[in-house]
């Protein structure tokens, strides 16, 4: 029996997952808990699923020896103690992905929208003006939009603009495959130089920081627009700023800032705030029900992979073992220090029970070393009793 515990009203497309697989005892809460209500809704938990406000901390994740796996139902991780978890066996999975397409279309929409001025012209009509003109105001047909970070969210921008008519160039520092009709630019200036939308689908961190920074505004044509769904640190925000009250930029959609609100109630502290054709969103690019639904199943997906036949591929904490079919009547998992010799005393530890190994896949990260091992022979509670009880073991299972 896997018993599921999933907090945060986590979307009900993981418990379909789940009880599509078979693993009939899911319990769901419908907000975050902390100290000992978490840890008592824990107990007994194979597999545990959160969202951003469960924090699991060297504490929350001890005296769990039943604990399998965690889910975080959303792209951060940075509220579980990954190293904890890893060293006690656990692997932590996340849904990078699933929100991919949310922030390609609202990217899509902002660029109709800020080419045609309709920020500005919005606002206009709500304060009782009708200015009627077409000045500034441009179809997307034709234009070409400037791409960088050619990657997941990236690539996808570029086909749904190509599908406006629009031209696509990116710039990425990786050699990436064109899709579609695009077009790779190496020297960063040329390409700002040639655009008329600049979207960013950089990551975050030192690398990127200011990627965007006066010069590199100072590049871009004028009159062209800039959009940021990527990372808040991207962007020199004084730079944007100063280039679109002089005009050089007219417009400028920005979903993320370099230092957030934490609460509903704090509001945003930017210059930004009460520009003509600038669209501030609080970051929101990957929120749709969609999404929701996407990271359900795509995290319940990576779980029940990983109880059902000892995958990581995905997890943001551990040795990544991808799937692979059952080859012989048994498979064990096997986490252990990653020691020398671990491998050597994994196997004569089998020998010994009369398990023929028929395939074995290791891989090590850091401290901790991951074993699938597929063995012929009868596989029973004391086998895998006796492989827990190897001083170089941290969890074992049969899965
Ligand atoms: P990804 O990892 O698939 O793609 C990133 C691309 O940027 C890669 O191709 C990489 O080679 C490239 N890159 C890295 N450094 C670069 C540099 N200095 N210059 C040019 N290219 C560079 O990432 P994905 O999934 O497409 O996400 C992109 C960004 O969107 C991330 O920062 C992510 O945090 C953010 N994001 C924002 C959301 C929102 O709600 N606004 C939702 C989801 C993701």
Redesign the pocket.
């Given at each position: 029996m896997t018993r599921i515990v999933l907090f945060e009203n986590i979307h009900a497309s993981a418990k379909e997952v789940f009880v599509a697989a078979g693993f009939d005892e899911v319990v769901t809460y419908p907000g975050a808990l902390t100290g000992d209500a978490l840890r008592e809704a824990m107990q007994g938990a194979h597999v545990v699923g959160i969202r951003s406000r469960t924090h699991l901390d060297q504490k929350a994740l001890s005296g769990l020896p039943d604990l399998r796996a965690v889910g975080c139902f959303c792209?951060g991780t940075n509220q579980v103690d990954l190293e904890t978890a890893a060293l006690r066996g656990i692997p932590v999975f996340n849904a990078?992905?699933s929100?991919?397409r949310s922030?390609a279309e609202l990217v899509l929409g902002e660029t109709i929208l800020l080419l045609r001025r309709i920020p500005e012209k919005n606002a206009r009509v709500h304060e009782g003006f009708w200015d009627k003109t077409a000045d500034g105001a441009y179809e997307a047909r034709g234009k070409t939009l400037g791409i960088?970070?050619?990657?997941?969210?990236?690539s996808q921008v570029g086909i749904l603009a190509e599908s406006l008519g629009m031209r696509v160039l990116y710039?990425?520092?990786?050699a990436?495959l064109p899709i579609g009709n695009a077009h790779a630019t190496s020297s960063l200036k040329k390409f700002l130089a040639q655009v008329d939308v600049v979207t960013l689908?950089?990551?975050?961190g030192k690398?990127?920081a200011n990627?965007m920074d006066a010069d590199a505004i100072a590049a871009m044509k004028p009159g062209s627009i800039l959009i940021n769904?990527?990372?808040g640190t991207v962007v020199d925000i004084p730079a944007l700023h100063r280039a679109l009250k002089s005009g050089h930029l007219s417009g400028a959609a920005v979903?993320?800032f370099p230092t957030e609100p934490k609460s509903r109630e704090e509001g945003l502290d930017s210059p930004l705030r009460g520009l003509q054709n600038v669209i501030l969103t609080p970051?929101?690019?990957?929120?749709t029900q969609e999404s929701q639904e996407n990271i359900g199943r795509e995290v319940a997906e990576k779980l029940k992979r990983f109880i059902g036949s000892g995958t990581t591929k995905g997890a943001v904490n551990f040795p990544e073992i991808p799937y692979h079919e059952l080859a012989g009547t048994a498979r064990i998992i096997h986490i252990h220090q990653n020691v020398p010799g671990a491998m050597g005393a994994l196997s004569n530890l089998m020998g010994e029970y009369g398990l023929n190994i028929v395939s074995q896949q290791l891989q090590t990260r850091g401290k901790i070393g991951y074993a699938v091992t597929d063995v012929d022979g009868d596989v029973t509670d004391q086998v895998i009793e006796g492989l827990r009880n190897h001083p170089i073991t941290i969890r074992c299972d049969r899965v």
């Amino acid at each position: 029996m896997t018993r599921i515990v999933l907090f945060e009203n986590i979307h009900a497309s993981a418990k379909e997952v789940f009880v599509a697989a078979g693993f009939d005892e899911v319990v769901t809460y419908p907000g975050a808990l902390t100290g000992d209500a978490l840890r008592e809704a824990m107990q007994g938990a194979h597999v545990v699923g959160i969202r951003s406000r469960t924090h699991l901390d060297q504490k929350a994740l001890s005296g769990l020896p039943d604990l399998r796996a965690v889910g975080c139902f959303c792209i951060g991780t940075n509220q579980v103690d990954l190293e904890t978890a890893a060293l006690r066996g656990i692997p932590v999975f996340n849904a990078p992905f699933s929100n991919t397409r949310s922030v390609a279309e609202l990217v899509l929409g902002e660029t109709i929208l800020l080419l045609r001025r309709i920020p500005e012209k919005n606002a206009r009509v709500h304060e009782g003006f009708w200015d009627k003109t077409a000045d500034g105001a441009y179809e997307a047909r034709g234009k070409t939009l400037g791409i960088i970070g050619y990657g997941n969210i990236g690539s996808q921008v570029g086909i749904l603009a190509e599908s406006l008519g629009m031209r696509v160039l990116y710039h990425d520092i990786e050699a990436k495959l064109p899709i579609g009709n695009a077009h790779a630019t190496s020297s960063l200036k040329k390409f700002l130089a040639q655009v008329d939308v600049v979207t960013l689908h950089v990551p975050g961190g030192k690398e990127t920081a200011n990627l965007m920074d006066a010069d590199a505004i100072a590049a871009m044509k004028p009159g062209s627009i800039l959009i940021n769904a990527s990372r808040g640190t991207v962007v020199d925000i004084p730079a944007l700023h100063r280039a679109l009250k002089s005009g050089h930029l007219s417009g400028a959609a920005v979903d993320v800032f370099p230092t957030e609100p934490k609460s509903r109630e704090e509001g945003l502290d930017s210059p930004l705030r009460g520009l003509q054709n600038v669209i501030l969103t609080p970051h929101v690019g990957g929120s749709t029900q969609e999404s929701q639904e996407n990271i359900g199943r795509e995290v319940a997906e990576k779980l029940k992979r990983f109880i059902g036949s000892g995958t990581t591929k995905g997890a943001v904490n551990f040795p990544e073992i991808p799937y692979h079919e059952l080859a012989g009547t048994a498979r064990i998992i096997h986490i252990h220090q990653n020691v020398p010799g671990a491998m050597g005393a994994l196997s004569n530890l089998m020998g010994e029970y009369g398990l023929n190994i028929v395939s074995q896949q290791l891989q090590t990260r850091g401290k901790i070393g991951y074993a699938v091992t597929d063995v012929d022979g009868d596989v029973t509670d004391q086998v895998i009793e006796g492989l827990r009880n190897h001083p170089i073991t941290i969890r074992c299972d049969r899965v």
